[in-house]
């Protein structure tokens, strides 16, 4: 692919509190990369408008648009179709719970915000709440899943085809670390066709491009900041219920993690 054919526009999608705006920024270094934040799609395809779903037909050369979709054959048969790149983030599912505990209250129109918002319901309440799932406050909202059954509801993205995964660790962790993950991206959107400037410059490019300060939604993105947040009891209970996830994710060797 050369510079004058550009870039064929491809979807960002992650797990709600996995690294998104960090994404966002190191692809939004791509010299010429467009990105509106209002064509943004959330959870299953039939959830879209068909004004959201057409635009994903009518994107231009170097765009890309972000959501967090569940996977699903439709979804994937739709984004085949279009011969559409998928970019997935994922991150240590016990460190999403902690951070999604944090943002949900800041959220108004979050399913969960009354929720998080009753009486005496304290953080660990909430971050329970999420490991063990359960009904919210408001009957006529849907029921909230456990960790296993909702983390995988996205995680199952990893694998399939056209679809490279990024996990936020591997891009926070060290520089080196970084710099070999960003050249594994520049890999997958361009393939072996000339990529603009060099490998390395365009690398260079969408590292410089990273500037958490910026980020609405960015609180800490450490790595392991569950273990100041998780007692015994919640640990105890993560492992009942998403030990083998860790363990299938690479995150663990076994359930015997403290």
């Given at each position: ?32 990369m467009?990105?509106?934040?209002d064509?943004g ?5 039939h ?48 460190d ?10 800041t ?11 009753q009486?005496?319901?304290t953080?660990?309440?909430?971050v329970?709440f ?5 009904q ?85 993105g450490?790595?392991g ?34």
């Open positions: 692919m050369t510079e004058s054919q550009g870039l064929q526009p491809f979807i960002l999608n992650s797990i709600p509190k996995s690294g998104t705006h960090l994404l966002k920024q190191i692809l939004l270094g791509i010299p010429e467009k990105h509106h934040p064509k799609m959330f959870g299953h395809i959830y879209q408008t068909p004004l959201q779903l057409n635009r994903m037909k009518d994107l231009s050369k170097h765009e890309f648009v972000n959501g967090h979709l569940f996977y699903s054959k439709d979804w994937e048969t739709f984004f085949n179709k279009l011969n559409m790149k998928q970019i997935f983030v994922y991150r240590d599912p016990r999403v719970i902690v951070s999604y505990a944090y943002f949900i209250p959220l108004k129109i979050h399913p969960l915000y009354d929720t998080f918002h009486e005496g319901f953080h660990r309440d909430r329970k999420l490991i063990e799932g359960g919210p406050t408001d009957p006529r909202r849907a029921y909230q899943p456990n960790v296993f059954e909702w983390y995988k509801s996205f995680s199952d993205w990893i694998g399939k085809k056209h679809v490279h995964s990024v996990r936020f660790e591997d891009l926070t962790s060290s520089k080196t670390k970084r710099v070999q993950e960003v050249h594994k991206i520049v890999r997958f959107l361009w393939g072996e066709e000339p990529v603009p400037l060099t490998r390395q410059k365009m690398v260079g490019k969408m590292i410089n491009n990273i500037n958490p300060q910026t980020s609405p939604t960015f609180r800490k450490k790595i900041g569950w273990k100041n947040e998780l007692d015994d009891e919640l640990r105890t209970l993560f492992k009942e219920i998403a030990g083998q996830l860790l363990i299938d994710l690479n995150y663990e060797k076994n359930k015997n993690w403290r």
